[in-house]
Every structure is written in C-alpha cells, then in structure tokens.
C-alpha cells in the first residue's frame, strides 16, 4: 500500500511495512524520555541497528531527551544515515499537553533533518503503540505538522517524508486523514473520481434543547474542527439550531468567512418542525438561484441529543419522511442524522434517512469531537465523489467503532 501527495518540493508519501528497511537518511524512533531501549519501534531499531547506536546514545544524552523532543545519532547498520530518538507523550485522556507534545516531537525531527542536510525522513506513528495514542487524533497531529512545517519552507533539503505503518488498519488511518487534509478523494465508489471539487451546500440543523447544556462547549469545538478541515473548499454553509422552536441562525455563509459556532442551549425538542422547516428553506434559497450559483451538492446534517417532544401537530413524521424523500430522491441531497441516548438508526429510518447514513454518539466530551470528526470524513468524501455517488458516502465502520470506545 503507497500513498503520495506533493508539498513544494517535497513527497509526503505513507507506506506500509517494517520502519528498520526504510533507506532514508533519517529514521525516527518512537523512543522513551531516558531512552533506554524499549519494545515496538524502538526495540526493532536497535535489534536491526545494532550495539552501537544504545552506546553513542548513552555517551551523549546521559540524561535522556524531553518528551516532546527528539535527539540524533548515527544510525549503527541501518541503511540510513541518522536515527532521531523522538519522545512522544504517554495518552492519558487528551488533557495534559499530549497534542501539543506530540506536534513537537514530529516538529523538532523535522527540524532536525533540515540543519542535517537530510533528503529523506521515516517517521513511524509516534505514540500509538505502548503509549496508547488514539491513532486518528496521532494521524492528524502528525500529518498537519508535516504539512505545516513543509509550507513553511524550512524543510532545507528534505525531498521526502515518509511514514511508515505497521498495519493495514493504521495505513487506512493516515490515508483518510491524509485526505482529509488535502481535501482529495476518498470516496468509496467504483468510480473513483480524479480530484476534482465540487460546490456543497452544508446545512446543520443542531439540538440546542435543555439536554445540550453540558456538552454545548463540545459540541461548538466539535463544529469548529470541521469547518477549519474545509475552510479552503467550496462550501457554503447554513447553521441553524432548534429547541422548542427553529433558530436560523446564518445562511450561505461561505465556508472560510464560518468564525464560531456557538450553541445557545434552552428549553425543549422540537425536531420535527424544525427540520421541515430548515428543509422547506433551504431548498427555496437554493430554487431561486440561477442555475450557475447553484451549489452542486447538499449536504443536511441533523444532530440530536433527545427525542421529539415539542413539535406543533401539524408536523409529524410523515410530512418529515416527505420532505426528506423528496430532496433525496429528486435532488440527489444527502441527509446524514446524529443521535444521541436513542437508537438514531432506529429513528433516522422513521424519517427516511438510510442506517448508512445515521450513526449513534455519545454525548460526551470525548466522543462528540469524534463525531464531527466522522461528519468531517464524510464532507470530504461529498467534495470529490462524482454527483452520481452522492448517496453512496456513507458513514464507516470505524466512525461507529469511535463511538464505541472509551
Ligand atoms: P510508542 O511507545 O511511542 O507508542 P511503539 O513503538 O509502541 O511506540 O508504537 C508506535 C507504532 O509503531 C505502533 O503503531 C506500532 O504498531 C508501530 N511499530 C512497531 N514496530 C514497528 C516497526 N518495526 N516498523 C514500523 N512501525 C512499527
């Protein structure tokens, strides 16, 4: 498995296979603050490189490295030049620096390679072994500092960085992570699109009922990360929330001018009004606009915390389940339904929305950015899949195991 994407001058590519038989001039080890040898990476490093890098590495930093930071030797019987000791944080929850400490871990091996006169760099997935990283948050950290460092033009001679996984399923991590950065195809289709972007229309309709008052801050995080993933795509989005009435609250916004989501929580769960009612709007802007200003796709994301419990009568399930067959089956829309403390499989299909495309959270502070996380994917895959595959973008199997893990 291989996958590439040029930055200026440089390939960041992902590979899958042993980190010891990667000819670079620079392999970085998933080392321990007293570097003192260990399992994973760092025992096959010095199983392949031999005594001599434990002996240079014990003469020269007696003290072991900082977490967070990284320090050089010569690479023993490597086929590599260098071997950079990085010491990425132990996971213990995600509120004690972690991400922060492993963003400078990857930042000071590529600074490291820059005064080096490096043209080539491995990284292994740092922290996501023994130090239980979760990987997609790891695979974000690392790949966006890459990125950034690589846009910064400091990257001095390096042409290549590489990472390299052990195992099919953190190969598909850094894949989708990596497409997500760089807004590229990942739609699971037959026909795979070449990258072409297209115009959507993302619409969010989001529970702000009584419920939603502890996870309110989440939540708006959770919406904050997505739109950051797109600002740099066409898309327009339209916010609004409900509780025991509907609250428009922009319209059309383009993607990048999108500043805070803020969620104001009160009151009761209107949801069956709400949505008719964001549904019936949204599709008349979208009809009075000529043709040519048309956003090719929509996208609906409809995000509950409860139950309906507050809708007029007028607005039953059957005129939701119209509403939404409509738009799906005429207009080719993509409705995706978040629930939360339901089975919102069970309570999408009420309103015509398929089990592809509904997906159970947790409604807690962990979870919730994993959601929008998973929202996020799929954005990306509606950017770049052909109009035909709208429908065919689909939750995964892993966005739903997110919300099963602690
Ligand atoms: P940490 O202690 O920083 O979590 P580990 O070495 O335990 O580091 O694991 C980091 C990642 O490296 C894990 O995903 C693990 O599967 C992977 N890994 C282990 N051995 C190798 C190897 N020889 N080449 C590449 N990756 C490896």
Not at 49 to 66: D, F, H, L, V, W
Not at 78 to 89: D, E, I, N, S
Not at 143 to 161: H, P, Q
Not at 358 to 367: I, K, L, Q
Request: charged share 25%; proline share 4%.
């Amino acid at each position: 498995m291989f996958e590439s994407l040029q930055i200026g001058n440089t390939v960041l590519e992902l590979v899958l296979g042993d980190i010891t038989e990667q000819k670079v001039d620079a392999v970085v080890n998933a080392a321990n603050a007293s570097l003192a040898g260990g399992g994973g990476v760092d025992g096959a490093i010095h199983r392949s490189g031999g005594s001599a890098i434990m002996a240079e590495t014990r003469k020269k930093y007696p003290n072991g490295c900082p977490t967070g930071s990284a320090v050089p030797t010569g690479a023993g019987k490597l086929p590599a030049k260098f071997v950079f000791h990085a010491v990425g944080p132990r996971w213990h929850g995600g509120r004690s620096g972690e991400a922060e400490q492993l963003r400078s871990a990857y930042r000071r091996c590529l600074e490291l390679a820059a005064e080096k006169g490096c043209e080539s760099i491995v990284f292994p997935s740092i922290s996501t072994g023994a130090y239980g990283f979760p990987i997609d948050k790891a695979a974000e950290i690392a790949l966006r500092t890459v990125k950034d460092f690589l846009n910064e033009n400091s990257a001095g001679n390096i042409k290549t960085v590489r990472f390299c996984l052990f195992s099919g399923d953190d190969f598909n991590v850094y894949q989708r992570t990596l497409n997500v950065i760089h807004l590229k195809n990942v739609c699971k289709t037959d026909e795979r699109n070449p990258p072409m972007k297209s115009t959507i229309s993302l619409n969010i309709l989001v529970d702000s009922s009584g419920s939603m008052y502890t996870i309110a801050d989440d939540m708006s995080g959770g919406l904050n990360e997505l739109i950051a993933d797109h600002r740099d795509s066409d898309t327009l989005v339209t916010y609004s929330i409900f509780s025991d009435n509907y609250q428009p609250v922009f319209a059309e916004k383009p993607i990048r001018s999108v500043e805070q989501f803020a969620i104001k929580p009160d009151a009761s769960t209107a949801l069956l009004e709400s949505a008719c009612k964001m549904i019936d709007e949204v599709g008349e802007r979208l009809a009075a606009k000529p043709e040519s200003e048309r956003p090719e796709k929509v996208m609906f994301v409809i995000v509950t915390d409860g139950q309906e419990n507050a809708s007029a009568p007028e607005y039953t399930r059957a005129r939701l389940f119209a509403k939404i067959k409509e738009q799906t089956e005429t207009y080719n829309w993509l409705f995706l339904y978040l629930g939360a403390n339901q089975d919102a499989i069970q309570e999408a299909k009420t309103f015509g929305i398929s089990s592809d495309h509904a997906m159970d959270f947790r409604a807690d502070s962990v979870h919730i950015p994993e959601v929008w996380q998973s929202v996020s994917h799929r954005l990306a895959d509606m950017l770049y899949c052909k109009m035909e595959a709208v429908q065919s973008v689909a939750f995964e199997d892993i966005d739903r195991q997110k919300q099963e893990d602690d």
